[in-house]
């Protein structure tokens, strides 16, 4: 079975362009997780979304981050411009209803972002 | 102060060898306890939950200490292949996102 799929893999470009990154989660699972993961904070929420709504998006760092998920199959997360401090690895994680006592969030391989 | 908190290692121990990752957590109102393992340029994937009355998976233990609130995984037998970072995670009441910590590095040496 297809695990989580994120793209791109690898990500470098100059400060001001716009990034956009894309997941799609295992099928049927109802929640979808970003996170963002850093050398200095490690692996922090960026926002998830359950049954395609957003419920907490208070990790996003600022008006920069945007993320979408019109339909249960497909989420983008978008920097718009991109920052030199944006550059990390990027998780996408879905996890299954019903399973919420436990625990496992499945995570695509990220996407690795450079910004110059 | 942050959520969940580790020693970052790195722990470098010989094969064979047992070892010991703590965690402690602030929220007293975290619900649910984890450790995942993450290898190196790899995505985390889920190890084991812990539970209130401890619990064993084979060469590895977890406990919970909530009046402490406190998490530990124990690792006895350690094999080259437990090489990796072990991240502490914890979920707060009505949530279903995940918390994690920074996660302790163990290496173990031939």
Redesign the interface.
Known sequence: DAGVIQSPRHEVTEMGQEVTLRCKPISGHNSLFWYRQTMMRGLELLIYFNNNVPIDDSGMPEDRFSAKMPNASFSTLKIQPSEPRDSAVYFCASSAPGLAGSGELFFGEGSRLTVL | RKEVEQDPGPFNVPEGATVAFNCTYSNSASQ???WYRQDCR?????LM?VYSSGNEDGRFTAQLNRASQYISLLIRDSKLSDSATY?C?V?MVG?????????TRLQVQP
């Open positions: 649910s306890f984890f790899k995505e985390p994937k889920l939950s991240l995670v979920r949530r279903r996102a995940l918390t994690f910590g920074s996660g």
